[in-house]
């Protein structure tokens, strides 16, 4: 009887320390960390968001990049954090749902995050230097199979999509390429855009404007359907390749044992601004649409993908390098 008491008090005791946490929230700076360098699309959608959070957190938003070590750097550094809602990363899969099955040890729990929502998705692209002497997929095809192992692919990272969405392709294809790992988006858009890498699975929005500006070729769309902004580029379905689906989505969870009261409110600033048409529009600019799902949707959403990228991982056996 006198251990039940004890269990009764402890409980209600966390009980009433979890809603003084949910009531006082937000008491303090809020620091979105996102774990890739400046320039890409993982640090420009949290930075649109960073601007409309503001009116709901008087003590101020900052997004912090925390790059390194394919996220898992930054990710460690939120793992780490105080779970009251204030310290949150939001980034692409890597540290949330790949990363776990690709590294044999991690110094955080990928599986203990608390979901709080997707932001939004974005199509991987193939986008190919224009020194490459190709102007398709099958062009692509035939020039790797002619020399095997001399094309160059850059990714954003060990155990980005770039980096996964160009072994399905080699898997898929029978080809065969040579992994070139950059920290982020920008250094491997660059490179590839300078003739210094050749090809780059790149997410649709960081490659659009060098797309546009005639720097870089993109031969096709990793989705189901053709994306807007670039409605002449087809998907691979329509020259041959329906398994090659590759989006990018980025997302936004906090460290295990934040309190549900908080993710809830946390969950509802964030839903409630990406249903703003002014965002959408921003969004759309980068290549994105705006999702704002429940926590328990992004939970379910991520169990798949880390299911679907280690299946990827083990049957393309692909490695760090």
């Given amino acids: 009887m006198k251990k039940l008491t004890i269990w009764i008090c402890s409980l209600a005791a966390t ?68 779970p009251d809602g204030h310290t949150l990363l939001v980034s692409p899969p ?52 002619a020399n095997p192992g001399t094309v160059s692919y850059a990714s954003q990272g060990n155990g980005s999509t770039s980096h996964l969405t160009a072994n399905l392709f080699q898997s898929l294809t029978g080809t065969q390429m040579v992994h070139v790992p950059y920290k982020g988006t920008a250094p491997a858009l660059t490179d590839l855009a300078g003739g210094q890498v050749d090809v ?8 659009s404007s060098l797309y546009k500006a005639g720097k870089i070729r993109i031969l096709a769309v990793a989705d189901s359907k053709r994306a807007s902004i670039v409605k002449e580029v087809p998907t691979f379905a329509e020259v041959g390749f329906t398994g090659m689906q590759a989006v990018t989505w980025f997302a936004v969870v906090a460290p295990p044992g934040t309190p549900a009261a908080v993710v809830t409110k946390l969950n509802s600033a964030l839903v409630d601004i990406l249903k703003q048409p002014e965002v959408q529009q921003r ?12 926590s328990e949707q992004m939970g379910q959403f991520v169990r798949g993908e880390a299911a679907r990228w280690a299946k990827v991982i083990k049957d393309a056996n692909v490695t760090v390098d």
Wanted: proline residues 7%.
């Fill in 200 to 207: 780059f699975f790149d997410n649709l929005g960081s490659a």
């Fill in 283 to 294: 969004f759309a600019e980068q290549g994105a649409e705006a999702v704002g799902n429940t």
């Fill in 94 to 145: 890597g540290p949330i749902a790949i990363n776990r099955s690709l590294y044999a040890k991690l110094t955080y729990d990928a599986s203990q995050w608390v979901p709080v929502t997707v932001l939004a998705a974005v199509p991987n692209v193939l986008a190919v230097s224009n020194r490459l002497p190709v102007k398709n997929v099958a062009e692509l095809i035939a020039y790797l199979k």
């Fill in 15 to 82: 009980f009433t320390w979890t809603c003084a946490q949910a009531n006082e929230f937000p008491s303090k700076l809020l620091r979105l960390v996102v774990p890739f360098p400046a320039g890409g699309t993982a640090d420009v959608l949290p930075r649109i968001l960073s601007e409309k959070l503001r009116a709901r957190f008087p003590a101020g938003v900052i997004v912090e990049n925390k790059p390194g070590a394919g996220g898992n750097i930054g990710a460690e550094l939120v793992a780490r954090s105080e």
